[in-house]
Structures are given as C-alpha cells and as structure tokens.
C-alpha cells in the first residue's frame, strides 16, 4: 500500500485575502486519514494565530503540529546548527515566538541576525543590525526569500513588502549575503518530510508559487501540484529555470485520493 503525506501552503491554496478557497476545506476532508502539514513561508504571524485564521474560515480538524511557518523552520534550523544559539530578530511576534523556543535575545553580541516580514523595521532596527554584523560575528539569516505578499493595510487590500525586501538595508549596509531557510531552500522541506514521517516520493506538495513552492519540493524530490487560486494564474508564462509541476490545476476539487496514489506508485 503506498504511503501518503501533504504539504499544503496557505495562501492562495487555502485562503486569498481573509476568504476560505471552497473547494480547500472538501479537500481537507478528503485527507484527513494522511498526514499533513502547512508549509507558510509567512514568518510574522504565530502558529496559534494560523489556526486561529483557519478556524475563522471553517477548517477546524488541525493543531500546532499541523504548521510549519518559516519562522518555526528558521528557530530549528539555527539551533540545530548552533545549540543554545543567541539572536537579534526583527520581524513580527511569529519569528520572535519561535526564535525564543530555542535561543535567546542578545542586543550585543548575538550569533545570528535574523530578519523576517512585519513590522519590526525602523531606523534603530537596522543601525544595531548592520553593526552587529560589521563589527561582531553575527550572520544574517532571512526567514524566507519573497519579496512582496499579498494582504490588507490599514483595512485595504495591499501588497506587503516580504522579508526579501525588508532584509536589503542590511544586506546593503553591511555587504553580507544573508542565508534564507523559508521555501524554496530545502531546509524547510527537510522539516516537513521530518514532520510527516514520510519519503519524498511519498509526499505531495501543493503550492501557488511556482518559484517558491513548487521549485524548493521539486529539488527535494517531492511531487508538485500546482494550483492556479493564487499568485499563478492560467496563461502566465511560466518562470525560467524553474522545475515544472507534476500536475498543474485549477482547483483542489480536481484531486482525488486514487489518483494521487497512483501518481506515488509511478
Ligand atoms: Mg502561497
């Protein structure tokens, strides 16, 4: 009998804005009997506040161990590689959550600089930064790769810089290449397949971006389905060097259980 398992990103999988994609909570349903786990690469927000926003839409069968968020995936990451680690973090209360489960605040000396999207920007923010990483033997860690998120500002709908865009002035002001753990880097699908108890041939991926979700399970050998509710729409050209989708879809309605098993034996 083949094995199962899914990583499913939120948004435009999910959700799109503050409103459940139908057709995700029948498919839910459909997998209830697998292990599952969402995969965000949105560090800002908390694990309980990603339930919270998939209760509010109706999706009430997941707990924590359900969420993966780049932030988690960040904060295990460090301290697998640097045990009892120390950071300076700036970014929303999800990354300074998860970082504070593994390594501890550090205003001087801290071993990691490490940026996500949110809030946390300003003048000050970005002059200890720069100087931790100039001066000290701190390295700069970015949560995840995206430069732009969809969502509301001040009650509109807005675009939303992503970490891509708000960790430039220290990757400008201090020369250093930061490392991003978030999808597409395998760090994060390491994680999740970890989470799942699962073999990569086992585990589908079902994501929106194809530069993020599809090519970070791609080179981790996972199968890809791509769905257009989101960022990627039918007819647009589809990114270079990016590895294509197993499948590409227009709604997870179109998934049924056989047919992905199939998929797995092949
Ligand atoms: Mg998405």
Redesign the pocket.
Known sequence: MPELGFLI?????IYRGDEAIPEAISFLEMIQDYPYLFLTNNSSITPEAVLDQLDKLGIRHCGIENILTSAMATAGYLHRVTPGFTYYAVGGPGLHAALAEYGTADENAPDYVVVGEGEGLDYHAVTMGITMLLHGRSKLIGTNPDVNLDGTYNGRPAVLPGCGALIAPFQVGSGMKPLFVGKPSQVMYEQGLKALGRKPGEVFMI???PET?IKGAAQSGIRTILVTT??FRRGDPYPAHTPRPDLIINSLAELDIAQLKAMVHT
């Open positions: 990103d939120i948004d435009g999988v994501g929106d971006r979700d989101g960022r």
